[in-house]
């Protein structure tokens, strides 16, 4: 599979947390995975995600407040337009972007979603995920990684 790069590949060689969470997340979690967003950016901590569900927008702008590296690993085509934030991270080298998708996906599908949570998995030094839905999608990527381990 080709990868599509924006930024400073050499983010690549830092330790990674990747952080991947359900999108309906319980009340009780928000403030505590807010907590820790803010507990990574002050450790300067690089973080992967996706970035996409409600939680995980609030914590890439928590992130982006500090000066670690940050990683957005997109489910869709590079993006064509880019917010001021991302901008200057990126001219700051502090933010890497990555597509496995071709230029000419520009909607996110549960496959395309699928490849990308399986990156950050695989490709982070350790995972959080501070809340997963039973029988949800991050569930089963959880699972079906842990048969591809197995055999």
Same mark, same amino acid.
């Given at each position: 599979?080709?990868?599509?790069?924006?930024? !400073?590949?050499?983010?690549? #060689?830092?330790? *990674?947390?990747? $952080?991947?969470?359900?999108? %309906?997340?319980?009340?009780? =979690? &928000?403030?505590?995975?807010?907590?820790?967003?803010?507990?990574?950016?002050?450790?300067?901590?690089?973080?992967? !995600?996706?970035?996409?569900? #409600?939680?995980? *927008?609030?914590? $890439?702008?928590?992130?982006? %407040?500090?000066?670690?590296? =940050? &990683?957005?690993?997109l489910?869709?085509?590079?993006?064509n337009?880019?917010?001021?934030?991302?901008?200057?991270?990126?001219?700051?080298e502090?933010?890497?972007?990555?597509?496995?998708?071709?230029?000419?996906? %520009?909607?996110?599908?549960?496959?395309?979603?699928?490849?990308?949570?399986?990156?950050?998995?695989?490709?982070?030094?350790?995972?959080?995920?501070?809340?997963?839905?039973?029988?949800?999608?991050?569930?089963?990527?959880?699972?079906?990684?842990?048969?591809?381990?197995?055999?």
């Amino acid at each position: 599979m080709a990868f599509n790069y924006l930024g !400073s590949k050499e983010i690549l #060689k830092e330790y *990674k947390i990747g $952080f991947l969470c359900s999108r %309906k997340v319980p009340a009780e =979690i &928000i403030l505590k995975t807010y907590a820790w967003a803010i507990e990574q950016r002050d450790k300067r901590v690089c973080v992967v !995600s996706g970035f996409h569900s #409600k939680i995980e *927008k609030d914590v $890439f702008h928590y992130l982006l %407040k500090g000066t670690q590296s =940050i &990683i957005i690993v997109l489910a869709r085509g590079m993006m064509n337009k880019l917010p001021v934030g991302i901008r200057r991270a990126l001219e700051n080298e502090r933010l890497l972007i990555i597509s496995q998708c071709n230029d000419t996906v %520009k909607r996110i599908t549960r496959e395309t979603t699928y490849i990308r949570n399986k990156y950050i998995i695989e490709n982070s030094d350790e995972t959080y995920m501070p809340y997963i839905s039973p029988g949800g999608q991050l569930e089963k990527i959880l699972n079906n990684i842990k048969y591809d381990c197995l055999t």
